[in-house]
Antibody
Framework: EVQLLESGGGLVQPGGSLRLSCADS????????MTWVRQAPGKGLEWVSA????????YYADSVKGRFTISRDNSKRTLYLQLDSLRVEDTAVYYC???????????????WGQGTLLTVSS | EIVLTQSPGTLSLSPGESATLSCRAS???????LAWYQQKLGLSPRLLIY???SRATGIPDRFSGSGSGTDFTLTISRLEPEDFAVYYC?????????FGQGTRLEIK
């Protein structure tokens, strides 16, 4: 059974930084692209970023481009999202999810983590 | 980007009834790359349908998807108590990936 476990969320001041992690178990991590999707409190889903299975290709939503960096360490079976220059509107639950297709920007997501909450507030 | 508009915003039905949820795209979705997810309160989304009409692994056959171009439908027949949740459509045929705003299916 595929399991994805996010961590790293918390309370950060505007302008601050944080790194989220997503650890995999249960599938061949290095074979699949991965993605981050966020959900602001009481709101819908918003795609944030995606990365190819090798890490060689990355993709970002315009709302986070230049501020967030997606990466992965296949030897550790872990996905990361570095969040810099954080804004109040970045407050959300951040989910990692496994992409099913290639490229991961042309994919639906068949397994999701439980999410980690980021709150950006002064 | 493609904007997905879901309707209705809230649907009130009773167990045993059928639900029809709509997802309309602002322009044609390439290759019918349209997925549906179910999200229950406090939980992560669960994939139901991909490719507009293919059921994901383990999804009961009372869930069905249809449509192409700009108009897509998720139909849930014989509603069970566990089906009451929020449903989202997602297009992945055009960059960037976008989601609809969701339809809340509530017990009448």
């Amino acid at each position: 059974e595929v399991q994805l476990l996010e961590s790293g969320g918390g309370l950060v001041q505007p302008g601050g930084s944080l790194r989220l992690s997503c650890a995999d178990s249960g599938f061949t991590f290095s074979n699949y692209g991965m993605t981050w999707v966020r959900q602001a409190p009481g709101k819908g889903l918003e795609w944030v970023s995606a990365i190819s299975n090798s890490g060689g290709s990355t993709y970002y939503a315009d709302s986070v481009k230049g501020r967030f960096t997606i990466s992965r360490d296949n030897s550790k079976r872990t996905l990361y999202l570095q969040l810099d220059s954080l804004r109040v509107e970045d407050t959300a639950v951040y989910y990692c999810a496994k992409a099913t297709g290639w490229p991961p920007i042309r994919s639906y997501f068949d397994n999701w983590g439980q999410g980690t909450l980021l709150t950006v507030s002064s | 980007e493609i904007v997905l508009t879901q309707s209705p915003g809230t649907l009130s039905l009773s167990p045993g009834e059928s639900a029809t949820l709509s997802c309309r795209a602002s322009r044609s979705v390439s290759n019918t790359y349209l997925a549906w997810y179910q999200q229950k309160l406090g939980l992560s989304p669960r994939l139901l349908i991909y490719g507009a009409s293919s059921r994901a692994t383990g999804i009961p056959d009372r869930f069905s998807g249809s449509g192409s171009g700009t108009d897509f439908t998720l139909t849930i027949s014989r509603l069970e108590p566990e089906d009451f949740a929020v449903y989202y459509c997602q297009q992945y045929g055009n960059s960037p990936i976008t989601f609809g705003q969701g339809t809340r299916l509530e017990i009448k």
